[in-house]
């Protein structure tokens, strides 16, 4: 083919091709200075042609005014300066470097820009560099990589970093990633638990989604350490559990960990149980960079849980004893009745006069009872002729409806086997009342007439053991126990106030 | 025979007062002579820093409170006792584990063996 060309027609048609390429190339001595810059370089970066040839290459491009311009120039230039000695091509896959724009009213500003260059030193003969060639990429639309001095943060690393390490690869590709990392990033933003990635030994938030926001009550925290960023959990353990994740790479799950966070301005710490995971986040090389946070709040299930336990520990509490005081009813029972026919009938009659109370108070959700509807209970099955109940409405509390219920059997079936209910005749008035209004107390008596005639036990039972001891004991009572030889008369009183307490 | 707990001076701390007339039955079939029973903390207080005793039973929830500075008093006065539950022993705080404990329904056997560990004496 080239011997249908002339050198000068071949080298006419080179520049013809240097300056109709697609690709952005430009061409410096070996002291960096310009000696040529194609079209596309030119439309890249906005320079005119006679302003830069001949120039220095950091005289012509100097990345602006900005902070970060000396090292993006330092890279530029020790990428060139390295392709220069050895004598190979030499990639720069990632350099940010700002390029000016002229506004419409003369004022020129500078936009930083993400490149990724290649240098390619031209060797004569004798393999020297005569001459090297840059061709550059503007990639800043693939990177939204804030800070000029960040490499590779957390963040690229798991979404998508090591793309930007290779950027001069297809561009299709590229956007393709790039897509891809946004759907990832939008999946953290959205996730229903907390999602945080901090980078660095110091562990910098990068990124956190609005569930890590609400945990700590919105505060400013991107780009800060997070022991600047969240100081009330110095002395809790989390920083010391992220330092050593960061150190040895090994992941870390945090189970119901009780956290103290400040959720508004000023207010006071609130305990907090969390969910949690720490895991690392390596880069291409497997060095660690930064810390994957994810977790959920369990606090509304750590504290359901501690309720059900106190519910339960009441309710097994209650339970024992039920059964201790079933108990105690048998062995008492068992002790005045040697005959098992009359030890059954009695023990019976004694646990459903206790189941019945139990009915009443589930009734009133445990609130109380009315003392008629306990009286009513215990003698409704010798008929109302038979009993008369004469007094004012009076509410009780549970204890109270629990003693007076095993009260007023004890009196009854007393009465049904010996006393006033014994004969056909008999009768039981029952009257009270409530005396003084400042410290109220139910006065009660139960008299029964027309039975027969009455003599003292011998030895106090089962039964008037239990009155007494329920009413001193349990309500803090008085009770007596006259037997007059017409019938039977117990006289009681129990303080109102005290029943109503518990 | 003598039993070893005959003429013991046992403190009850019980709101249930049908499981005190339980737990004073069984004591005084041991040959022991029942103090109190107390129903609340206040009284079980009083008589565990006052009244003359060799030993005590105390139900640890007396009325909706727990019956620990009872449990103090004695201890202060070098007093043994037994705790009797019916959460077992794991309702216990980590401060008291460890004390001898009945779980709730007891038998007399448990009692009598319980008074016998707290008070450090053998079987005759």
Not at chain 1, 82 to 109: C, I
Request: charge should be negative; hydrophobic fraction near 40%.
């Amino acid at each position: 083919m080239n011997d249908h060309f002339t050198v000068e027609q071949l080298d006419a048609g080179l520049r013809a091709a240097f300056e109709a390429s697609p690709n952005a190339y430009i061409l410096l001595t070996p002291d960096l200075h310009i000696l040529q810059a194609n079209q596309t370089y030119l439309d890249l970066t906005g320079a005119r042609r006679e302003d830069i040839l001949g120039q220095p290459l950091f005289a012509a491009f100097d990345s602006g005014p900005a902070e970060t311009a000396p090292e993006n120039v330092r890279q530029v230039q020790a990428s060139l300066e390295k392709a220069r000695e050895t004598r190979q091509r030499d990639h720069l896959a990632l350099v940010h470097f700002a390029t000016p724009r002229t506004l419409d009213d003369g004022r020129q500003v500078f936009k930083e820009r993400v490149w990724s260059a290649t240098h390619t030193p031209i060797l004569n003969a004798q393999g020297e560099v005569t001459m090297l060639l840059q061709h550059t990429v503007d990639i800043t639309h693939l990177s939204d990589t804030p800070r000029a001095d960040t490499t590779v943060t957390a963040l690229d690393a798991i979404v998508g970093g090591s793309l930007l390490l290779r950027a001069q690869s297809v561009q299709e590709d590229n956007l393709r990633l790039e897509s891809e990392r946004n759907r990832l990033v939008e999946m953290f933003m959205q996730a229903p638990g907390f999602v945080a990635i901090l980078s660095g030994p110091h562990h910098r938030f990068q990124m956190h989604n609005p569930a890590y926001g609400q945990l700590i009550g919105h505060r400013d925290i991107a780009g800060k350490p997070i022991r600047e960023a969240l100081p009330e959990l110095a002395g809790q353990g989390f920083f010391e559990i992220l330092d050593t994740v960061f150190e040895t790479g090994e992941p870390y799950e945090g189970r119901e960990s009780l956290a103290q966070l400040q959720r508004s301005p000023d207010a006071r710490l609130e305990p907090l149980y969390l969910n949690f995971i720490y895991q690392p986040i390596r880069d291409d090389a497997g060095s660690v960079v930064g810390i994957f946070v994810q977790g959920h709040d369990v606090t509304a299930n750590v504290e359901a849980a501690q309720r059900q336990k106190l519910m339960i520990d009441e309710l097994n509490h209650r339970v024992k004893n039920t059964l201790a005081t079933v108990q105690s009813i048998a062995i008492q029972t068992a002790r005045s009745h040697v005959d098992p026919h009359t030890f059954a009938e009695t023990f019976q009659s004694r646990i459903l006069a206790l189941s019945h109370t139990h009915n009443l108070l589930t009734q009133s959700h445990w609130e109380g009872a009315e003392l008629r509807a306990i009286l009513q209970h215990e003698t409704e099955a010798y008929g109302p002729t038979r009993i008369s109940l004469n007094g004012p409405p009076v509410s009780l509390a549970p204890a109270a409806v629990l003693s007076l219920g095993m009260i007023f059997h004890e009196l009854a079936t007393n009465a049904a086997k010996y006393g006033a209910l014994h004969t056909e005749d008999g009768r039981v008035l029952i009257d009270w009342a409530i005396a003084d209004q400042r410290a109220p107390r139910l006065v009660l008596s139960w008299r029964e007439i027309g039975g027969p005639k009455v003599t003292p036990p011998d030895r106090r039972g089962f039964g008037s053991r239990l009155i007494e001891r329920n009413i001193r004991h349990d309500l803090a009572g008085q009770v007596d126990l006259v037997y007059a030889p017409d019938g039977l008369i117990v006289e009681l009183t129990v303080p109102l106030d005290r029943t109503l307490d518990q | 025979m003598t039993h070893p707990l005959s003429g013991r001076r046992v403190l009850v701390v019980e709101d249930e007062s049908l499981v005190a007339m339980l737990l004073e039955t069984i004591l005084e079939d041991m040959g022991c002579t029942p103090v109190g029973p107390a129903s609340n903390i206040d009284e079980g207080e009083a008589m565990a820093r006052e009244a003359e005793l060799d030993a005590a039973l105390l139900d640890v929830n007396v009325a909706g409170r727990q019956v620990f500075p009872v449990a103090a008093a004695l201890k202060a006065r070098g007093v043994p006792f037994v705790f009797s539950t019916g959460y077992g022993e794991s309702g216990l705080p980590d401060e008291w584990r460890g004390n001898t404990t009945i779980q709730k329904p007891f038998t007399e056997a448990a009692i009598r063996n319980a008074l016998m560990q707290a008070l450090g004496v053998a079987e005759v």
